[in-house]
């Protein structure tokens, strides 16, 4: 199972763009990259999902270089709603798996007005 | 809509006694986990199920146990509650891939 490195705590500031990067070194070709996001008092929740390149949704993007030995979650334009715990897992796309999420201890993010 | 629904959301206990959290989930997902919750630790894996009758250790699993006698439910069994399991107890269920997990909404427990 691939380790996923990220940092502790991050802060920001309302309107910036905010760039977390994971370090997964040990990826294997069948891995995906997910990112879940966590409020206090809730369970995580999904946020986005890639496997190269560049992914963009409602929320995120993610960028994912050629080696995708690395992946940055970038949020544009943060709010204060945005303060959160993000978390990276890397796991297989294997359908009826036994992949376990296994949850690092994420990045603190907080965002200030 | 399939949801994920973890009941009691808030219990108090006394140590020593038995408790058990429910998760019940409506998406047929076949993989079902408990993990809790503690500030400096992230989310820790306790146990889970590949599907009914298929329970696992997790890496803290000491003091608690799951049933898994149909696809919907995974219970958690604290057998002898104890003051170190005090905690935020969060169930998810997924397809078994490394697409998404769904989580319930937590119950904190309050070991007294």
């Known amino acids: 199972l691939a380790k996923t490195t990220q940092p502790i705590s991050m802060d920001s500031y309302e309107g910036q763009e905010v760039n977390i990067t994971c370090s997964h070194n040990?990826?294997?070709?069948?891995?995906?990259i997910t990112w879940y996001q966590q409020f206090p008092s809730q369970g995580p929740r999904f946020i986005i999902q890639?496997?190269?390149t560049k992914v963009t949704n409602e929320v995120a993007s993610l960028f994912i270089p050629a080696d995708r030995k690395s992946s940055t979650l970038s949020l544009p334009r943060v709010s204060l709603s945005d303060t959160a715990v993000y978390y990276c897992?890397?796991?297989?796309?294997?359908?009826?798996?036994?992949?376990?999420?296994?949850f690092g201890r994420g990045t603190s993010l907080i965002v200030h007005p | 809509d399939a949801e994920i629904t973890q009941s009691p959301r808030h219990k108090i206990t006394e140590t020593g006694r038995q408790v058990t959290l429910a998760c019940h989930q409506t998406?047929?997902?076949?993989?079902m986990f408990w993990y809790r919750q503690d500030l400096g630790h992230g989310l820790r894996l306790i146990h889970y199920?590949?599907?009914?009758?298929?329970?696992n250790k997790g890496e803290v699993s000491d003091g608690y146990s799951v049933s898994r006698s149909n696809t919907e439910d995974l219970p958690l069994t604290l057998e002898s509650a104890a003051s170190s399991q005090t905690s935020v107890y969060f169930c998810?269920?997924?397809?078994?891939?490394?697409?998404?997990?769904?989580f319930g909404q937590g119950t904190r427990l309050t070991v007294v």
């Open positions: 998810a269920s997924s397809e078994g891939t490394g697409s998404e997990a769904f």
């Open positions: 040990n990826i294997a070709t069948n891995d995906y």
């Open positions: 890639g496997y190269k």
């Open positions: 897992l890397v796991g297989p796309m294997v359908a009826g798996g036994s992949y376990i999420p296994t």
């Open positions: 998406w047929n997902h076949n993989n």
């Open positions: 199920s590949y599907g009914v009758q298929d329970t």
